[in-house]
């Protein structure tokens, strides 16, 4: 038993290895700093959150599983691993070499693709992933040693005011307040946001409506000072596996039974971003 404990324990120190131990951090539940203290993380007020030897900290109170699930992170990896979004990593990684100092925060990081990637090219930043879904963390400490991940709400960040040097928010909502509290006045967010044409193809197959992003420019417009902003735009053509992932893996096919029919008609995609750097 006692041999049992102790490799758990050494797994679980494996995972904290990977966690900024400055004083950063704050309690999801009375909002008190936190330090890292054994496995845990505690606060003054001693509320403590375990690491867990699978790989993560768990910081939400009460957690519901969401809408999105297992099989739609699975299909992104595959999505993702097959080249789609290189160019889209590519333009994130020149802003972040550009506006990005120590900590960097993917907020809503899914399977955790661009953080993974990123350490690889600058190994001296801490990049957390942060995603209110456990079924995407599991998946991203499978695929990610050496990042540190945490099932979390971006309604309520677990770190301080201004520990933060840059916020990546990709295709996912924003708390601009939030955001801001934990960037300080000098820290930069790099909001992602679909363009028109971003999966066309699956909008027409479903006839769903034309897609503007007018409305989400302006909301970051009023609530942030835009600095940069970069445009992605790709089509590629698509094998019946890759047409699969792409339906299995936007929300767009939620409410969508996905056919054989629906796969064979979907002969290619279009990634069309726009990047946007934000300041306070």
Same mark, same amino acid.
Not at 65 to 93: C, D, H, W
Not at 223 to 247: G, H, P, W, Y
């Given at each position: 038993? *006692?041999?049992k404990?102790? @490799?758990?324990?050494?797994? !679980?120190?494996?995972?904290i290895?990977? $966690?900024?131990? =400055?004083?950063? +951090?704050l ?8 330090c ?5 993380l ?10 867990s030897?699978?790989?993560y ?6 957690y519901?599983p969401?809408?999105y ?8 990896n ?11 990593l ?5 802003l972040?070499?550009?506006?990005a100092?120590?900590?960097? *925060?993917?907020?809503?990081? @899914?399977?955790?693709?661009? !953080?993974k990637?990123?350490?690889t090219? $600058?190994?001296? =930043?801490?990049f +957390? ?24 709400n ?11 040097s ?22 930069y ?5 679909p363009?028109a044409n ?6 027409e ?18 609530n ?8 992605v735009?790709?089509?590629?053509k ?20 996905i ?12 990634i069309?971003?726009?990047l ?5």
């Amino acid at each position: 038993k *006692l041999r049992k404990y102790r @490799g758990v324990l050494m797994k !679980i120190e494996n995972v904290i290895k990977k $966690f900024n131990r =400055k004083k950063i +951090y704050l309690c999801p539940k009375c909002l008190s700093e936190s330090c890292i203290e054994n496995i845990s993380l505690v606060c003054g007020t001693n509320h403590r959150y375990d690491f867990s030897k699978k790989g993560y900290i768990h910081l939400i109170n009460n957690y519901k599983p969401t809408k999105y699930s297992e099989e739609l992170f699975m299909a992104r990896n595959e999505v993702f691993s097959n080249g789609f979004y290189t160019n889209v990593l590519k333009s994130i990684q020149d802003l972040v070499e550009k506006y990005a100092k120590d900590v960097v *925060l993917d907020i809503g990081c @899914g399977e955790g693709y661009y !953080i993974k990637e990123l350490k690889t090219v $600058f190994p001296e =930043k801490y990049f +957390y992933g942060l995603d209110n879904s456990k079924d995407a963390i599991e998946l991203a400490v499978k695929e990610d040693k050496l990042n540190p991940y945490m099932v979390a709400n971006l309604a309520n960040l677990p770190f301080k005011d201004g520990s933060v040097s840059c916020i990546l928010n990709i295709l996912t909502p924003a708390n601009y307040e939030e955001f801001f509290r934990v960037l300080g006045d000098d820290g930069y967010l790099i909001k992602i946001i679909p363009n028109a044409n971003y999966l066309r193809e699956i909008r027409e197959l479903i006839g769903g409506k034309e897609y503007t992003n007018s409305d989400t420019v302006k909301l970051i417009e009023d609530n942030c000072t835009v600095v940069d902003r970069i445009t992605v735009n790709d089509t590629f053509k698509l094998s019946k596996e890759q047409a699969e992932n792409f339906l299995k893996m936007t929300p767009l096919t939620f409410s969508k039974e996905i056919t054989d029919s629906d796969i064979d008609q979907l002969k290619e995609i279009t990634i069309d971003l726009e990047l946007l750097v934000c300041r306070k």
